[in-house]
């Protein structure tokens, strides 16, 4: 079974192009000093056989996410997406606005995603960058509270008065 967790102190290479990330790093510490964590992994038998790494970034008083690297060691069905998924529930509790990625169709390697998986997994095109708006992502808590309580009360039937309550009768 794959289980993912939180990178903290990375000590990676990326199965394909041999780039190296070292937990002293300045983008793996601005992230460690941010959120406390540089990105997800997905670990199966003691073996890292995937990974998503993410630095701060801000524009535009946006405090951003952007995706550093992003890999899996083999062809897995959903990995990637978890591993998405994995990195947006840990920056929505951190304020953080969206996450952006440079992507391609062609040249793709773990610094540069290719551009079908990111669309896949919810990123736009925003010019110049993809980006997955963490606001999309999650509904707050209180939009939820309301959509099911609109559920329940709609479930409940109307109920009638007695025909003996009834004057006109």
């Known amino acids: 079974m794959t289980e993912l967790s939180f990178v903290v ?47 701060p970034s801000e524009s535009g008083g946006e405090k951003n996410a952007l995706l550093r690297s992003l890999w899996v060691a083999d062809p897995r069905l959903g990995l990637g997406r978890r591993l998405v998924q994995s ?41 110049g960058h993809y980006r997955l708006d963490l606001g999309a992502t999650a509904l707050e808590k209180g939009a939820a509270a309301q959509v099911v309580g609109r559920l329940l009360r709609s479930l409940n039937p109307i109920n009638p008065e007695p025909a003996t309550r009834n004057p006109d009768c």
């Open 87 to 127: 990195a947006c529930a840990g920056l929505v509790c951190r304020k953080v606005s969206a996450i952006v990625s440079p992507g391609s169709s062609s040249h793709f390697s773990c610094q540069v995603p290719p551009r079908a998986f990111l669309r896949h997994v919810g990123f736009g095109w925003t010019g």
């Open 9 to 55: 102190t990375p000590e990676l290479a990326c199965p394909y192009c041999g780039v190296r990330v070292c937990s002293d790093t300045d983008w793996v510490v601005s992230a460690r000093r941010r959120w406390g964590w540089c990105g997800v992994q997905a670990v199966e038998n003691g073996e890292i056989v995937g990974a998503l790494l993410l630095t």
